[in-house]
C-alpha cells in the first residue's frame, strides 16, 4: 500500500506549532517570526510535504510564474518569427539571463515562462496573460530601441521589470550596467597598452547601451589627447564584426587597437585580423564587452569588460516580486558595475 502524502497536520507536529502558523510560512505571509519559519521550513524537509500549488493559488492569488519576455518591435512574417527566436535563443547573451532567472526563482518554488514579443499580436498576447493572472508579471529582455511592450504594460499597470534602461522614458523598473564606464575601462586598457591607432566596433547606436559604452570610450581617449576615433556601426553578431572590421582596415590599415561593442563582434574581429595575417594582441589588441561564453570560444580568447548579466537577472526578480507583493509601488533602477577581464587578446 503507498505511503500517504504528508499534509500540513504532520508539518505542525514536527515542527511543534500550529497548522495556521505552517499555511502562514508555506504561503509567504510575511508576519511569522524568522526563528519559527526556519523551524517550519526544517519540518517541511524532514517530513517531505510539498504544497498543493493549486490551493495554495487560491490563498495567495498568485500563479507563482513570471513570464520572461523576449521583445522585438513591428510585425514580422512568420518566418521572420521563427528566426527571431532562434537568434534569441542562440545569443550566449539571453542564455546569461535565462540562468540567472531560473537560479534565482527555483529556489523560491517561482518559473518563468517564456514568451516572445516580436509582432503586435504577439505583444497583445502577453498583456493578456497578465492581465488574466495566467503569471504574476513579466521580466522583459527588449531587442529594439523602438519596442513598445515597455509602454504597453506600464499603461496597463502591469507588474513587469526592465533588463536595460529603455531608450524612452517609460513608468517601469529596470536593471543595468555603468556602460559609460564600461567604454571608459576598455579605452584605458588600450592606452596602457600603448596602442595609439585605435578604432571601435559599436553596437546599433538607437540602443542606449551602444551609445553609452561609445561615449564612454570616446570620452576616456579624448582625456588623451585622441581627438577622433574611427568608428563602424556593428550589430552585435559574429558578422556583423567581421564586416565592420574589414570596413575599417580598408580606410585604417595601419590600426593597432580595437574596441568592439560586444564579445561576438569581437570574435569575429579576430577573425578578420587573423585572416588578414595581423597577430592579436601583438600587432592588434581586441577588447570586448559582456564576458560572455563568445570571449571564450574567440581566438585568442578575448580581455573583455564583464557585464554580470545573472546577476543582474535575478536582481530583475527580486524588483519583479516586491512589485508583485506590493512592497514596491514606484519605479526603481539598480545599475552594476562593470569590471574588466583581462586574457590574451589584449
Known amino acids: 500500500m503507498s505511503r500517504q502524502a504528508p499534509t500540513l497536520e504532520d508539518v505542525a507536529r514536527e515542527a511543534g506549532v500550529s497548522r495556521a502558523t505552517v499555511s502562514r510560512v508555506v504561503n509567504g505571509v510575511r508576519n511569522v517570526d524568522p526563528t519559527i519559519q526556519e523551524t517550519v521550513r526544517r519540518a ?9 500549488r493549486a490551493a495554495r493559488s487560491l490563498v495567495t492569488r498568485r500563479a507563482e510564474t513570471v513570464a520572461l519576455v523576449v521583445s522585438g518591435a513591428g510585425d514580422v512574417s512568420d518566418e521572420e518569427q521563427n528566426a527571431f527566436a532562434a ?17 534565482h526563482l527555483r529556489p523560491r518554488s517561482m518559473h518563468p515562462v517564456l514568451m516572445f514579443a516580436e509582432t503586435a499580436e504577439a505583444r497583445q498576447e502577453v498583456i493578456t496573460y497578465l492581465r488574466q493572472g495566467s503569471a504574476d508579471g513579466a521580466l522583459v529582455v527588449s531587442t529594439h530601441a523602438d519596442d513598445p511592450l515597455p509602454g504597453l504594460l506600464a499603461d496597463a499597470g502591469l507588474p513587469a521589470v526592465l533588463f536595460a534602461r529603455p531608450a524612452r522614458p517609460v513608468a517601469l523598473s529596470y536593471v543595468d550596467l555603468a556602460h559609460h564606464d564600461g567604454g571608459r575601462l576598455a579605452a584605458e586598457h588600450l592606452l596602457a597598452r600603448g596602442c595609439r591607432r585605435i578604432v571601435t566596433v ?3 547606436l538607437a540602443v542606449p547601451a551602444s551609445q553609452e559604452r561609445l561615449t564612454g570610450f570616446r570620452d576616456a581617449l579624448a582625456r588623451h589627447g585622441h581627438a577622433y576615433v574611427p568608428l563602424a556601426q556593428g550589430g552585435f553578431t559574429v558578422d556583423s564584426g567581421i564586416a565592420a572590421m574589414t570596413a575599417l582596415l580598408a580606410e585604417h590599415p595601419d590600426v593597432d587597437g580595437v574596441f568592439a561593442a560586444n564579445d561576438l563582434m569581437a570574435q569575429g574581429i579576430c577573425q578578420v585580423l587573423r585572416e588578414r595575417g595581423r597577430r592579436v594582441p601583438q600587432d592588434v589588441a581586441v577588447v570586448g564587452f559582456d564576458d560572455s561564453s563568445a570571449a571564450l570560444a574567440s581566438r585568442p580568447p578575448l580581455t573583455t569588460v564583464r557585464q554580470p548579466v545573472e546577476d543582474m537577472a535575478a536582481a530583475m526578480c527580486r524588483l519583479l516580486t516586491e512589485h508583485i507583493r506590493d512592497a514596491r509601488t514606484e519605479p526603481t533602477s539598480v545599475v552594476f558595475d562593470p569590471e574588466l577581464v583581462v586574457r590574451e587578446s589584449a
Open 202 to 204: 559599436s553596437g546599433p
Open 44 to 52: 517541511i524537509s524532514r517530513t517531505g510535504y510539498a504544497p498543493n
Open 87 to 103: 537568434r534569441a535563443l542562440a545569443d550566449p547573451f539571453f542564455g546569461r539571463v535565462v540562468s540567472g532567472v531560473v537560479g
